[in-house]
C-alpha cells in the first residue's frame, strides 16, 4: 500500500499570499497517477487536480500542481477568501487506492 | 447537472448491518464506474470499493473484504453497499462517487454523504 504523507498539517496564510502543500507517496506513483481534492466543513471533497498536473474542470488557474514519482505539489498562487479549506492529495496508479492525510489551509 | 444523492445512513449496533443506497441522476450511469469512499470523524478519507459499470466485477479495501458488498441497478440508475459484521471503526461519512479518467479511478463527483454511526 503507498502511503501519502502531507506537509505540513497546517498553513497560517493571508489572502493574496501563495500557498505551497506538499505530498510525498511511499513509493513511486505509477505515472503520476496523483490527484488532490479540496474539502470545506461540511461539504464533501471536490477534485482540482487530476494526473498530477492537469485542472479539472471549472477549477480556476490559480490552482496548479506538479511534481512526479513520489514528490508532488499543490501550489494556489493567489490565496482567494475562499480557498481557505482541507486539501488531500490521493494516489490512483496502485491499490488499494490511499489518501493523505490533509493540510488545512487557514487564515 | 450530476447528482449523487446517498440514503441508508443511521445508528447500528456492533455486529449489525445497514444498506446504502446513492441514487444517480444527470449522467448516463450505465456508462461509469462507480465507488464508496468513507471518511471517519475528523480524518481524511479512505476509499471502500469499487464497482465496474456493468457490475461485474468488484474491489474492496482489506478492512471490509467480506463483510461490504457494492452493487447496482443499472434500470434504476442506483448504487448500494450492504454492510455486514458492523464494527465501531467503520463510523464515518460514507460518500458515492462517479470516477472517470485513468482505470477509472479519478473521483470527478461526489454525493453529500450519509452518515452511518457503530455504537451500542
Known amino acids: 500500500e503507498i502511503v501519502l504523507t502531507q506537509s505540513p498539517g497546517t498553513l497560517s496564510l493571508s489572502p493574496g499570499e501563495r500557498a505551497t502543500l506538499s505530498c510525498r507517496a511511499s513509493?513511486?506513483?505509477?505515472?503520476?497517477?496523483l490527484a488532490w481534492y479540496q474539502q470545506k466543513p461540511g461539504q464533501a471533497p471536490r477534485l482540482l487536480i487530476y494526473?498530477?498536473?492537469s485542472r479539472a474542470a471549472g477549477i480556476p488557474d490559480r490552482f496548479s500542481g506538479s511534481g512526479s514519482g513520489t514528490d508532488f505539489t499543490l501550489t494556489i498562487r493567489r490565496l482567494e477568501p475562499e480557498d481557505f479549506a482541507v486539501y488531500y492529495c490521493?494516489?490512483?496508479?496502485?491499490?488499494?487506492?490511499?489518501f493523505g492525510g490533509g493540510t488545512k489551509v487557514e487564515i | 447537472e450530476v447528482q449523487l444523492v446517498e440514503s441508508g445512513g443511521g445508528l447500528v449496533q456492533p455486529g449489525g448491518s445497514v444498506r446504502l443506497s446513492c441514487a444517480a441522476s444527470?449522467?448516463?450511469?450505465?456508462?461509469?464506474?462507480m465507488h464508496w469512499v468513507r471518511q471517519p470523524p475528523g480524518k481524511g478519507p479512505v476509499w471502500v470499493s469499487r464497482?465496474?459499470?456493468?457490475?461485474?466485477?468488484?474491489s474492496y479495501a482489506d478492512s471490509v473484504k467480506g463483510r461490504f458488498t457494492i452493487s447496482r441497478d443499472n434500470a434504476k440508475n442506483t448504487l448500494f453497499l450492504q454492510m455486514d459484521s458492523l464494527r465501531v471503526e467503520d463510523t464515518a461519512v460514507y460518500y458515492c462517487?462517479?470516477?472517470?479518467?485513468?482505470?477509472?479511478?479519478?473521483?470527478?463527483?461526489w454525493g453529500q454523504g450519509t452518515l452511518v454511526t457503530v455504537s451500542s
Open positions: 513509493h513511486s506513483v505509477s505515472s503520476n497517477y
Open positions: 494526473d498530477a498536473s
Open positions: 444527470g449522467f448516463t450511469f450505465s456508462h461509469y464506474f
Open positions: 490521493q494516489q490512483y496508479g496502485s491499490s488499494p487506492l490511499t
Open positions: 464497482l465496474n459499470s456493468d457490475g461485474s466485477s468488484t
Open positions: 462517487v462517479r470516477a472517470t479518467g485513468a482505470m477509472h479511478r479519478i473521483f470527478v463527483d
